[in-house]
């Protein structure tokens, strides 16, 4: 009897392997952002975007799960939505008006070695030299992948991008330091997130970009896919893989949203060179390499 009670071999690593995958959804869909935004909505305005990505979306989803936050919570949602979403847009919107676009992504990478330096602080999580390896390995993947030889660097777009990335990357540190309160989901959650970032967005908006003049049937499915998918679906399977893997495991996965960024502009009709395509291939092995613990390299200490 007792034998058959046991879990199976490899039941673990199926379990892991599974969280990975759920989790990978999140900047997948994150790196359609930049297709739909020039393909779809409307030019010229991209923290309405943000907006309508985020407060209808966390909306919908208060009013799915009905479960308000109680407590500290109330300020801890605020800070994750203004660290996930109202802090992180304007910056990445100021990066990508100074930047191009390569360069922007280029420092988004930075983010899994922006979280293991975070982590190490407040979560005093160690990280080995094999992730601090593989997380520079990713930026110079992803900076193979999209850096063009007319790249510019312009110190406020700069500061503007690693700014971005650092609020994300303390989000994840304390969304992994904080977790979910008993009894809630992962996508109540998310929900607070969204309204509390969206919430931070409005001001933006009204003072400094408006409300686009026409709205189109294609901005209308833009809008969306950025909400449903990108903002919702995505975050709630961000804050269930955060709960559930090392924070360690969970950060490099961002690199998806990049390399996503430019399978669609292959299918779009662009083409990668050799040197884009051995990045590509760089990125995805640091992503997958930051899974798992090198023999004789170390664990990943700390909580997990």
């Known amino acids: 009897m007792t034998a058959l009670l046991e879990r199976p071999p490899g039941t673990s690593q199926v379990r892991q392997a599974s969280n990975v995958a759920l989790t990978?959804?999140?900047?997948?869909?994150?790196?359609?952002?930049?297709?739909?935004?020039?393909?779809?909505?409307?030019p010229g305005h991209p923290l309405f975007s943000?907006?309508?990505?985020?407060?209808?979306?966390?909306?919908?989803?208060?009013?799915?799960?009905?479960?308000?936050?109680?407590?500290?919570?109330?300020?801890?949602?605020?800070?994750?939505?203004?660290?996930?979403?109202?802090?992180?847009?304007?910056?990445?919107?100021?990066?990508?008006?100074r930047l191009p676009g390569g360069v922007a992504a280029t420092l988004g990478a930075t983010q899994p070695l922006l979280v293991a330096g975070i982590a190490a602080a407040v979560l005093h999580d160690r990280p080995t030299l094999w992730?601090?390896?593989?997380?520079?390995?990713g930026v110079v993947g992803v900076g193979l992948v999209v850096l063009g030889p007319g790249a510019r660097l312009d110190?406020?777009?700069?500061?503007?991008?690693?700014?971005?990335?650092?609020?994300?990357?303390?989000?994840?540190?304390?969304?992994?330091r904080w977790g979910r309160p008993a009894g809630v989901g992962p996508l109540a959650l998310a929900s607070w997130q969204l309204v509390g970032g969206g919430l931070a967005l409005v001001p933006l908006v009204l003072v400094g970009e408006g409300v686009p003049q026409r709205i189109d049937s294609g901005a209308v499915a833009g809008y969306l896919w950025l909400g449903s998918m990108g903002g919702l679906i995505a975050h709630m399977l961000w804050s269930r893989g955060i709960g559930r893997l090392p924070v360690g495991a969970s950060a490099p996965l961002?690199?998806?949203?990049?390399?996503?960024?430019?399978?669609?502009?292959?299918?779009?009709?662009?083409?990668?060179?050799?040197?884009?395509?051995?990045?590509?291939?760089?990125?995805?092995?640091?992503m997958l390499a930051a899974q798992l613990d090198a023999p004789g390299w170390g664990k990943w200490r700390g909580r997990r």
């Open 50 to 97: 943000g907006l309508m990505r985020a407060l209808p979306a966390g909306l919908v989803g208060l009013a799915l799960t009905r479960v308000l936050p109680r407590g500290a919570w109330w300020w801890k949602a605020a800070v994750l939505g203004v660290l996930n979403i109202g802090a992180l847009y304007p910056l990445l919107f100021v990066a990508a008006e």
């Open 254 to 286: 961002v690199l998806l949203s990049p390399l996503v960024a430019a399978v669609v502009g292959v299918v779009l009709g662009e083409s990668l060179s050799l040197p884009q395509t051995l990045g590509f291939v760089l990125a995805l092995a640091a």
């Open 155 to 176: 110190v406020v777009g700069v500061v503007a991008g690693l700014g971005g990335t650092a609020s994300m990357a303390a989000g994840i540190v304390l969304l992994k």
């Open 131 to 137: 992730r601090w390896a593989w997380g520079v390995a």
């Open 24 to 42: 990978a959804l999140a900047p997948a869909a994150w790196g359609t952002t930049y297709a739909v935004t020039t393909e779809l909505l409307p």
